[in-house]
């Protein structure tokens, strides 16, 4: 399995606290990404990173923000958490010119009340 | 900007009768295709994927998909389901062309497998 840690796996937080989701991988992959999965919407695509300090808006970007300083972390903040953002998080990485695919970390499940 | 459209939400299947998942994706000089399956409450875990070369691909599970450049299509299929594949299944695009690497992902279709 790949090396994908996402902390914390679990959180219920307050609307209008802000968040931080932490995706640490130890396979020196140059591409990390966070998608959100919500039924009947699949995997969107929120930001990605194509390298340290190198990042970009995906598919539904409103509301959060990134940051990679180091190549293994990459961070999803929610700066003012709402309820529409209540979903299971997932952190993935990739290095599409060799093995091509996205290893997925396990999920953080977020909870906004 | 890439998609992938999968028409199918759900699909219920008798075991050990074949199924087919359809997914078509918008046009792309260069594509990477994927297919994901996520168990109950489980995490994502490749199927197969297509990056180049022979256009039938084979996974795990039994499974394989065909890429289709001129229907834009990247169909999952397998020849007799099990009770044990009742799961979500994902069909994914990256635009390797664009250099920029985004995998972009349809809304999934549910497979049931009855006994």
């Known amino acids: 399995d790949a090396g994908i840690t996402q902390s914390p796996r679990h959180k219920v937080t307050e609307t209008g606290t802000p968040v931080t989701l932490r995706c640490h991988q130890t396979?020196?992959?140059?591409?990390m990404y966070w998608y959100r999965q919500d039924p009947g919407h699949g995997l969107r695509l929120i930001h990605y990173s194509y390298g340290v300090k190198d990042t970009d808006k995906g598919e539904v970007s409103d509301g959060y923000s990134v940051s990679r300083s180091k190549t293994e972390d990459f961070l999803l903040t929610l700066e003012s958490a709402t309820s529409s953002q209540t979903s299971v998080y997932f952190c993935?990485?990739?290095?599409?010119?060799?093995?091509?695919?996205?290893?997925f970390g396990e999920g953080s499940r977020l909870t906004v009340l | 900007a890439q998609s992938v459209t999968q028409l199918d939400s759900q699909v219920p299947v008798f075991e050990e009768a074949p199924v087919e998942l359809r997914c078509n994706y918008s046009s792309s000089v260069s594509v990477y295709l994927f297919w994901y399956v996520q168990y109950p409450n489980q995490g994502l875990q490749l199927l197969l994927k297509y990056l180049s070369g022979s256009t039938l691909v084979k996974g795990i599970n039994g499974f394989e998909a065909e890429f289709n450049k001129s229907q834009t299509s990247f169909h999952l299929r397998k020849p007799s389901v099990h009770i044990s594949d009742t799961a979500e299944y994902f069909c994914?695009?990256?635009?390797?062309?664009?250099?920029?690497?985004?995998?972009?992902f349809g809304t999934g279709t549910r497979l049931k497998v009855l006994a």
């Open positions: 396979e020196n992959h140059r591409y």
């Open positions: 993935a990485i990739s290095d599409p010119l060799s093995t091509g695919e996205l290893f």
């Open positions: 994914a695009v990256s635009d390797g062309a664009s250099g920029t690497y985004k995998y972009i």
